[in-house]
C-alpha cells in the first residue's frame, strides 16, 4: 500500500487511553509482534496514575531493527489515543510528522486540527464497533487492528498471532474478528484516501 | 449452403400483387424461400419474427407496402419497429441482424421484388446455416395422474387443511380474480388433473410465495405450481405466455450451442473489466428487455448492470465478464419447460467453470435464486460460489471508510419476491437503504416478506386482474408520499412501468423508479 507509512529503523510509539480499557494490553500485544512475529527488537514502558481504573494510562512502545538503549517514548512517531485527556497530555510531544490514530468518539481533535483538515490524523469508531461486536471490552484490539493497517509497523500475521497468544482462553476467535474489523475499516479508509487523491471519489 | 430455410411474410396487398405478377410469369422465385401470406405487416410480432428463428429458418423477410400505401395506416411504421427490435435483438444473440429484413413494394414493383428475393436468398446462403437447433416439442413422459400425486406428496399439499388462509392472502385472490390455491390443492388431492382448477388456475399464479408464507401448514404452493406446469403443459407454454411467447422463444433459441452470444457489446468505456479475474458478473437478461420494450416504456434495465461493474469497480474489482452465457434459465423452469431449462443451465455451467470462475456475483434476485438453488436441485452442481452484489457491498460497506452523498428524494421499496420471500432476506436490501441518506425513507403497507407481487411472473397469465394488482401496488407506493420507488429486480420495473402506462389513469399513476443498485452507484462515496 503506497499510502502507508515508510517505517523507519527505530519507531516510538505511545498509547494513551482510560485504565481498564486495555492500553497496556495493546501495547504488550503490539510488541510481542514486533518481537516474536517479525523478529525484531521492542521495548514497553507502561504508566498509570494513581487512579488506575478510569484514570489516565499509557503504554510506551518502542520497536526497532536493532539493539534499543533507552525504553522510553519522549516524542512517539505514533501517537494512539482513546482518550481526550491522553490526547490533550500528548499531543504536543508528537513528531512533527507523526502519525496521529484516535477513537473517534472519544477523542475531539478539533483543538489542536481546525475542521476539514482531517486527513492528518486516522479516526475510527472502535468504542462503537466493539459494542456493536457484542464487547466494549474489545476496543483495544479492534484499535489494533486499524494500527496495523495504517502503520504497517508490524505484519498482519505477527499481529494476529500474538493477538491470540495474549487474550484469555476462549475468547481468540472473538478477539481475531475484532482485530479484523479493526485491520479492514484501516485499509478500507487508506483506500478511501487514495481514491479521493486520485480523484475518483464516487462510483 | 444451398438451401437455407427463408421464411417470406408477404402482404396480402401491395406486394402480393407484385407477387402475383412474378408468378403470371413464371418468374424465377427462389425455391427456398417459403411465403405466408399475412393480412398485413404491422401484425407480424416480435415474437412471430423471432419464432421463424427459434424454429430454424435461416433468414425471414418481412414484406410490406410502401410508406404511405398501408391498406390500415400505420402497418408499416409499426413493421419496421417490430423489425428493427427483433434485429438487435438478433445481433446480441448473435444471430446476426441481416437473417432479418425489411422491405416495401408498390403493386407494379414485381421486378424490384424479384430482386430483392433473390439477393437474399444469396445473402442468406452465403451466411450459412443458422447455429440454432430447434428444441423437440415437450412430451408429457409421465402419466400426469400419477405425477400430479406425486408432486402433490412432494410438496406436502396432502397437508393442506382447507383453512383459506392462502385465498385470504394471495394478491390475485385480493384484486377479485376467481383464483383460489387452495381450489387447487384440493384438486390436486383428488388426482383431478383436468379439472379447470388445475389446467387454468395453474397458469395465472404468480408463483409469489405469499400464500406459502402465510400456510399454517407450510404447504410449498409456488414450487409446486412450478412442477405441475412442468407435467400439465402439452403444446409447451405458448398458449398463456405473454408478449406472444416471446421470451421463451428467445430462451429456447439459447439453448443452441453454437451460438456466439455477444450480449455484452454495448458496455460503456468507463467501466473496468478483466478477463483474468476469478469473480464473474453475470448480468441476466436486462439488455434483451430494453430492446424489446424500448418503444413502449423506454426502460434502461442494462443500466443495472452498468452500475453494478461501477459498484465492483469502486471497490476495486474487476470482474470478469462472458459473452456467450445464456439466461439463467428461471422463467423457463418457472413456466413448465423443465428440459430446457436444464439445458441452459448446463450450458452456463460449463461455460462459467471452463473460464475458472470462483465466484459469480449477479445483482439480479432470480438469477442469484437460480443458481444458488434450482442448478444444484435440478442436479447441476456448481464448483463457484454465487454471492448477490448486496451481500457483497454490505460485506463491504461495513468495513468502512464508505459514506453516501446527500439524496433528496423520498424513498419507498418494492420487495423482489425472489429475495425477500423466497431467500427470507428482506433485511439485505433494507440494511442498505438505511446506510443510504434520502430524506426520507417509508414502508409501504405490505412490505419485507408481506410485500406485494409486482404482477407477473415467467411471463405468463398477465390479464386484467394483473393489472388491477399492480395499480393497487402502485397506490400503496403513493400513500407512503414517497418520490423515488426503489426496485430491485428488472422484472419489477418492466411490470410495474407498463401498469403506469394505463391510459384512463394517466397521471395518477406515474412514479419515478429506480434500482437499488443503481441509487447505490449514484451516491455512494469515500469518506
Not at chain 2, 396480402?12 to 403470371?24: E, K, M, R, T, Y
Not at chain 2, 410438496?155 to 383464483?179: E, I, N, R, W, Y
Not at chain 2, 430462451?251 to 473489466?273: A, C, F, G, K, N
Not at chain 2, 431467500?423 to 405490505?446: C, S, T, Y
Amino acid at each position: 500500500m503506497t499510502t502507508k507509512i515508510n517505517f523507519p529503523k527505530r519507531q516510538e510509539i505511545l498509547f494513551t487511553g482510560f485504565g481498564g480499557q486495555g492500553i497496556v494490553l495493546a501495547g504488550r500485544i503490539l510488541g510481542k509482534a514486533a518481537v516474536i512475529g517479525d523478529h525484531k527488537e521492542s521495548t514497553l514502558v507502561q504508566a498509570y496514575g494513581p487512579e488506575a481504573r478510569g484514570g489516565a494510562c499509557s503504554a510506551q512502545v518502542i520497536i526497532a531493527e536493532g539493539t534499543i538503549h533507552y525504553p522510553y517514548v519522549r516524542y512517539p512517531d505514533v501517537l494512539v489515543c482513546m482518550s481526550q485527556g491522553g490526547f490533550d497530555k500528548f499531543i504536543g510531544d508528537m513528531k512533527k510528522d507523526g502519525t496521529l490514530l484516535i477513537d473517534q468518539d472519544l477523542v475531539n481533535p478539533h483543538t489542536v486540527f481546525p475542521k476539514g483538515n482531517d486527513k492528518t490524523y486516522f479516526a475510527i469508531p472502535a468504542t462503537r464497533m466493539a459494542e456493536e461486536l457484542g464487547r466494549k471490552m474489545m476496543a483495544n484490539i479492534i484499535m489494533l487492528g486499524f494500527f496495523t493497517a495504517v502503520t504497517g509497523a508490524v505484519s498482519i500475521t505477527a499481529a494476529e498471532n500474538a493477538v491470540t497468544e495474549s487474550v484469555p482462553k476462549g475468547t481468540e476467535k472473538t478477539n481475531i474478528k475484532a482485530f479484523h474489523k479493526g485491520y479492514d475499516y484501516g485499509m478500507a479508509v487508506l483506500k478511501g484516501r487514495k481514491k479521493k487523491a486520485s480523484g475518483k471519489r464516487g462510483a | 449452403m444451398t438451401n437455407p430455410k427463408i421464411i417470406l411474410f408477404l402482404c396480402n396487398w401491395g406486394p402480393h400483387s407484385a407477387f402475383q405478377i412474378l408468378q403470371d410469369e413464371a418468374a424465377e422465385i427462389p425455391l427456398e424461400i417459403k411465403m405466408v401470406r399475412i393480412p398485413c405487416t404491422g401484425r407480424i410480432s416480435k415474437a412471430l419474427l423471432f419464432k421463424c428463428f427459434e424454429m430454424g429458418a435461416e433468414g425471414v423477410a418481412l414484406v410490406g407496402c410502401s410508406p404511405g400505401t398501408c391498406r390500415y395506416g400505420t402497418g408499416t411504421t409499426n413493421a419496421s419497429g417490430h423489425v428493427e427490435d427483433t434485429r438487435s435483438i438478433l445481433e446480441l444473440l448473435g444471430l446476426g441482424k441481416e437473417r432479418l429484413r425489411l422491405a416495401t413494394f408498390l403493386p407494379d414493383e414485381s421486378e424490384a421484388l424479384l430482386e430483392f428475393l433473390q439477393t437474399f436468398r444469396d445473402e442468406i446462403g452465403e451466411m450459412g446455416p443458422s447455429p440454432v437447433v430447434p428444441t423437440q416439442a415437450q412430451k408429457p413422459g409421465t402419466d400426469p395422474r400419477e405425477a400430479l400425486q406425486r408432486l402433490a406428496a412432494l410438496h406436502d399439499v396432502f397437508a393442506c387443511q382447507d383453512c383459506g388462509k392462502c385465498s385470504s392472502a394471495c394478491p390475485l385472490t385480493l384484486v377479485g380474480k376467481p383464483f383460489s390455491p387452495r381450489a387447487t390443492a384440493n384438486a390436486a388431492i383428488g388426482g383431478q388433473i383436468s379439472s379447470p382448477s388445475v389446467q387454468n388456475d395453474i397458469w395465472s399464479c404468480l408463483t409469489c410465495g405469499l400464500c406459502s408464507e402465510r400456510c399454517p401448514s407450510a404447504v410449498d404452493f409456488s414450487r409446486f405450481v412450478r412442477d405441475l406446469r412442468d407435467v400439465v403443459v402439452e403444446n409447451r407454454v405458448d398458449t398463456h405466455a405473454v408478449h406472444g411467447g416471446f421470451f421463451h422463444s428467445l430462451m429456447r433459441t439459447m439453448t443452441s450451442e453454437d451460438l456466439q452470444i455477444r450480449q455484452w457489446e454495448w458496455l460503456p468505456d468507463d467501466v473496468t473489466i478483466d478477463n483474468k479475474s476469478k469473480i464473474l458478473f453475470f448480468g441476466g437478461c436486462a439488455p434483451y428487455f430494453d430492446l424489446f420494450f424500448r418503444r413502449h416504456i423506454g426502460l434502461k434495465t442494462r443500466d443495472i448492470l452498468v452500475d453494478s461493474i461501477r459498484l465492483l469497480n469502486f471497490f476495486d474489482i474487476h470482474p470478469s465478464i462472458l459473452q456467450d452465457l445464456r439466461c439463467c434459465g428461471h422463467d423457463l423452469l418457472w413456466s413448465g419447460d423443465k428440459p430446457n431449462f436444464l439445458k441452459l443451465a448446463k450450458l452456463n455451467a460449463r461455460v462459467i467453470e471452463d473460464a475458472g470462475i470462483e465466484e459469480v456475483v449477479t445483482a439480479c434476485p432470480e438469477c442469484y435464486r437460480t443458481l444458488l438453488r434450482d442448478y444444484p436441485e435440478h442436479g447441476v452442481d456448481l464448483n463457484f460460489k454465487v454471492t448477490h452484489l448486496y451481500d457483497f457491498l454490505e460485506n463491504e460497506i461495513d468495513k468502512g471508510a464508505v459514506g453516501f452523498k446527500q439524496l433528496n428524494r423520498r424513498l419507498t421499496f418494492q420487495d423482489p419476491c425472489r429475495l425477500s420471500r423466497f431467500e427470507n432476506r428482506p433485511d439485505l436490501p433494507r440494511k442498505l437503504i438505511g446506510r443510504l441518506n434520502p430524506m426520507d425513507f417509508k414502508e409501504m403497507r405490505d412490505h419485507g416478506a408481506n410485500a406485494i407481487c409486482c404482477g407477473n411472473s415467467a411471463w405468463i397469465g398477465c390479464d386484467s386482474f394483473s393489472k388491477a394488482l399492480q395499480v393497487k401496488r402502485i397506490g400503496q407506493a403513493k400513500d407512503t408520499k414517497s418520490d423515488l420507488l426503489v426496485t430491485g429486480c428488472p422484472k419489477c420495473q418492466i411490470h410495474l412501468r407498463c401498469a403506469m402506462e394505463d391510459p384512463f389513469k394517466g397521471e395518477s399513476l406515474k412514479m419515478e423508479m429506480m434500482d437499488l443498485t443503481s441509487v447505490l452507484a449514484k451516491t455512494i462515496q469515500w469518506e
